[in-house]
């Protein structure tokens, strides 16, 4: 079983930055593919980020160049760095991890991140 827990969401200005956190248990952290998603009122869920275990890093187009995920192993903590943020990013932000039967099997609860125009 894997436990996600998402920080720092809030409220920015358009144009500013956030960090969020999502730190997870288990001790083969390290091997965990970790996606952050974003659901915003009214659409569907979307993948923003993710990351694999040696790296390698994906992004949708519309977050590519202001949005870095990055992960600290031994911190169990896995970042999405989000700059020149824009009032279409303002949604829920969910972490999870990729099961080994290739769906996105553990969910954090969320964090709410609002960009104001």
């Known amino acids: 079983q894997v436990q996600l827990v998402e920080s720092g969401g809030g409220l920015v200005q358009a144009g500013g930055s956030l960090r969020l956190s999502c730190a997870a248990s288990?001790?083969?952290?390290?091997?965990?593919?970790v996606g952050w998603f974003r659901q915003a009122p009214g659409k569907q869920r979307e993948l923003v980020a993710a990351?694999?275990?040696?790296?390698?890093?994906k992004y949708a187009d519309s977050v590519k160049g202001r949005f870095t995920i990055s992960r600290a192993n031994g911190k169990n903590t896995v970042y999405l760095q989000m700059n020149s943020l824009k009032p279409e990013d303002t949604a829920v932000y969910y972490c999870?991890?990729?099961?080994?039967?290739?769906?996105?099997?553990?969910w954090g609860q969320g964090t709410q991140v609002t960009v104001s125009a």
């Open positions: 990351i694999n275990r040696g790296e390698v890093t």
């Open positions: 288990g001790r083969t952290f390290s091997t965990y593919y």
């Open positions: 999870a991890v990729l099961s080994t039967w290739g769906t996105w099997q553990y």
